[in-house]
């Protein structure tokens, strides 16, 4: 049973191109969160989706950032004009329910370099 | 206010030692979780043990156990016999549900060093 499945792991874009990371979550599992570490920093939420919906954004930026889960294919984290700021580990998660989960299970996250 | 608060940014322990890594948190829920996650120098993150605020024992995991204080709203990591394989960053993380959010706070981590 694969896990979360997370590409590139790493990415490396230059100042204003866009970065689209991709995030497969566990089998079974349709509750998919993204998460953004800045280096020597803990993990900080950025948005909760279900299939087709956006169900938190609360963490993301309002500007540049945006997240789908469609009904078909991985969930994608889009950065539109990238900035050296944007330099991260992005990592997606997935969880079986939404209330009251037991087990949130990481991906091994997407280093994104901006150069 | 910080949700969870790590206080030791690094740690050393001698192998086959025990070691215990602190962990308190700030909720007015009465419904919580509270995750460890293990972050090896390779980057990702490897889930260790829960413990659900209404949960009456302690978790154990193997060599891992959660030291779960609920009047003092701490849930410390113990590790057992460390390993050198042990040696890594550990996040503590929560879980609130009954604010609306369905996401983990985290910590901000302790590096821990096992010594040979």
């Known amino acids: 049973n694969a896990g979360v499945m997370q590409n590139p792991r790493h990415l490396v874009r230059r100042r204003g191109q866009e970065a689209r990371l991709r995030c497969s979550p566990m089998k079974g599992h349709s509750h998919v969160y993204w998460y953004r570490q800045l280096p020597e920093e803990g993990l900080k939420f950025m948005v909760y989706l279900q299939k087709e919906n956006i169900i938190d954004e609360s963490g993301m930026p309002k500007e540049r950032f945006s997240a789908e889960f469609p009904k078909e294919g991985p969930s994608i984290l889009r950065i539109q004009q990238v900035v050296r700021g944007d330099s991260a580990a992005y990592f997606c998660?997935?969880?079986?329910?939404?209330?009251?989960?037991?087990?949130?299970?990481f991906g091994q996250g997407t280093r994104l370099t901006v150069v | 206010a910080q949700k969870i608060t790590q206080t030791q940014p690094g740690m050393f322990v001698q192998e086959k030692e025990a070691v215990t890594l602190d962990c308190t948190y700030d909720?007015?829920?009465?419904?919580?979780?509270l995750f460890w996650y293990k972050q090896p120098s390779s980057g990702e993150m490897i889930f260790l043990i829960y413990q659900g605020s209404y949960d009456e024992q302690n978790a154990t995991e193997g060599r891992y156990s959660l030291n779960f204080q609920k009047a003092r709203k701490s849930a410390n990591l113990v590790i057992s016999a460390s390993q050198l394989g042990d040696s890594a960053m550990y996040f503590c993380?929560?879980?609130?549900?009954?604010?609306?959010?369905?996401?983990?706070?985290f910590g901000t981590g302790t590096r821990l060093t096992v010594i040979p």
């Open positions: 998660a997935s969880s079986l329910r939404d209330r009251g989960y037991t087990e949130a299970f």
């Open positions: 909720t007015s829920d009465q419904s919580y979780g």
């Open positions: 993380a929560m879980r609130e549900d009954q604010t609306g959010a369905n996401n983990l706070f």
